[in-house]
């Protein structure tokens, strides 16, 4: 009995040290975690592939066939982008001239095709060659297969492709406050903002068509053959544009007003101004008028004083200059791509855009997608419903996303459909922080009401009491009865 309690006791023992080895090594080594690559791609600028083609020739002896079948092909993958008269010797098709057809078929032709085209051309091969008694016009005939070097475009111009036109001013100079401003300078300035803010949203392929002397200088290096000849399909790639928008300013000014006093030689002086500006966004294809719309803005006013203050124009051209490239580029999203709500936690949500389409800080208007309404008479899609729902205020903005809460909800979102929920106007006077946000929601949990730390005596005697109004304070100057109002 004693010999089979020890058997059973030194069982365990064995038994407990294998299970805190196990459970040992299981702590020691790390989860496997799933392959995942999280880097930032590579931007993507378009790149160089082989098309494989076939193409047929004609000529009076079996190389000018061979060339003449190798220059459709160059023409049939990269069309209008190398038919040029010295296309042939450009890429060297004249290597196979004075070759006969047994030539023409061998490995070692093959590879002068490849040498001389500087890549353009590859795994040539010489598919059939009939002599001209065969066919009519006393021709050869060569039908060749090969790879042919063509530029593929980036990705991004698969989006809808969009020029910034010109912004023209109804006058040449812009008065802003002391000063004169020329409107061709504003007008340039204004039209690289909106360029930028509209990139940043990433919803469109913005061209540039200001051609600078730097891009220039490449294209002219790739069509003089200084690079190598496949480098030649990315001539004549230029993008077409889908929309153009374009603007003109009726008015841009901070203007200066002041007048005489009667009593003195002093003069009353303020200041004030604003901006209005007419927009269009115009199909291409169609020359179709997609969007139209009025703009304004105001620039706060200062009041008449007799001080002598002036007031910087520079920096009240950039608040007005701000005001109006964001009401441009919310204008131009609304239209083509309403920022919509892509995931929601709770009152967590995550946008579809960010960059310069949003602002931290700032309060928006939140609508409910519903039904889609149809025009009888043309049966025309006349928009979805829409009903107030929330509020947003924006937290952080990324590149591509922003991030914000909703607030004041008034509908149920658990059913909403995928972009049921889009985003609308900028709430004015409404721009909070995160770190107000929270310091308020604080003040108002930690600090108690009047009614719940007072007294009624105290309340009472409190509502009763009447402050004395402080008498305003004397002007330096003001103009005398005999002075028209100002």
Wanted: proline letters at 5%; hydrophobic letters at 40%.
């Amino acid at each position: 009995m004693r010999q089979l309690l020890c058997v059973t006791a030194v069982a365990a023992a064995m038994l407990l040290a294998a299970c805190n080895k196990s459970e040992s090594d299981n702590a020691a080594t790390p989860a496997a975690r799933p392959d995942a690559n999280v880097a930032a791609p590579v931007p993507d600028v378009g790149k160089l592939s082989n098309v494989q083609t076939t193409a047929t020739g004609y000529g009076a002896s079996p190389g000018e066939a061979v060339a003449d079948a190798m220059k459709l092909a160059i023409l049939q993958v990269n069309g209008a982008a190398v038919q040029s008269a010295s296309v042939s010797v450009k890429y060297g098709l004249d290597v196979s001239l004075n070759q006969d057809s047994a030539s023409l078929r061998g490995n070692a032709f093959a590879e002068a095709v490849t040498q001389r085209s500087g890549g353009v051309i590859q795994n040539f091969k010489l598919v059939e060659m009939k002599e001209p008694g065969v066919i009519a016009g006393k021709q050869y005939k060569a039908t060749i297969e090969a790879q042919i070097a063509k530029f593929q475009t980036s990705a991004d111009l698969q989006k809808i492709k969009l020029v910034i036109g010109q912004i023209r001013f109804d006058s040449p100079n812009l008065p802003m406050g002391d000063r004169s401003v020329p409107s061709a300078e504003v007008a340039a300035t204004l039209r690289q903002r909106i360029s930028d803010a509209l990139v940043q949203t990433g919803r469109f392929a913005v061209l540039d068509r200001e051609l600078s002397p730097d891009i220039q200088g490449e294209l002219d290096m790739i069509s003089s053959g200084q690079a190598p000849s496949a480098e030649l399909a990315k001539l004549s790639q230029a993008a077409s544009a889908d929309l153009v928008w374009s603007g003109r300013v009726s008015n841009l000014a901070y203007n200066r007003h002041a007048r005489q006093l009667k009593t003195s030689d002093r003069e009353l002086v303020s200041y004030s101004g604003g901006w209005a500006l007419t927009e269009k966004l115009v199909n291409v294809a169609t020359r179709q008028v997609m969007a139209s719309d009025s703009l304004r803005g105001t620039a706060p006013s200062t009041e008449a004083t007799t001080l002598g203050r002036g007031v910087d124009g520079g920096k009240v051209l950039e608040d007005m200059s701000t005001d109006l490239v964001n009401q441009v580029v919310t204008s131009v999203l609304r239209r083509t791509f309403p920022v919509t709500v892509v995931s929601r936690d709770g009152t967590n949500v995550v946008l579809s855009q960010g960059g310069q389409a949003l602002k931290e800080g700032t309060r928006y208007a939140m609508v409910t997608m519903g039904a889609e309404m149809k025009d009888p008479q043309t049966g025309q899609s006349l928009g979805r419903v829409e009903a107030p729902c929330c509020e947003l205020v924006v937290e952080r903005v990324t590149p591509n996303l922003s991030y914000g809460r909703l607030e004041n909800v008034r509908s149920n979102l658990e059913q909403l459909p995928v972009g049921g929920l889009q985003l609308r106007n900028e709430l004015k006077d409404a721009i909070v922080t995160k770190a107000q946000s929270t310091e308020d929601s604080r003040a108002v949990t930690a600090q108690p009401t009047e009614t719940q730390t007072a007294t009624p005596a105290a309340v009472s005697a409190r509502a009763v009491q009447v402050r004395p109004v402080a008498a305003p304070a004397r002007p330096v100057e003001s103009p005398g009865k005999s002075d028209d109002k100002w």
